[in-house]
């Protein structure tokens, strides 16, 4: 009997490791309720372009309205980054 045990060892081994793996995955992706889920919320992508486009202005170069624009061709900020580059104050 022994020597049977071991002979299947290794499948037992195998199958205790692949559902230890999955109960644990499916334990993780459950919040307890009142959290708000695992995953943190997307973040502003309006701030973000804002944030960047004060970076653009503090730093004042052609080179990052140019940047800027070609990042976010469409943007409302992009028309005023091409304002700043028709007046021609730039260093």
């Not at 943007?75 to 104050?89: E, I, M, S």
């Amino acid at each position: 009997m022994l020597v049977e045990f071991r002979k299947q060892w290794p499948l037992a081994a195998l199958f205790w490791a692949i559902t230890g793996f999955f109960s644990g995955a499916v334990q993780a992706a459950q919040a307890p309720t009142g959290t708000g889920g695992i995953m943190t919320p997307a973040p502003d992508a309006e701030a973000a372009v804002q944030v960047e486009y004060d970076g653009v202005t503090r730093k004042g170069t052609r080179e990052a309205y140019e940047r800027f624009i070609r990042r976010h061709p469409e943007h409302p900020l992009a028309q005023k980054a091409r304002d700043v580059l028709a007046a021609g104050t730039l260093r």
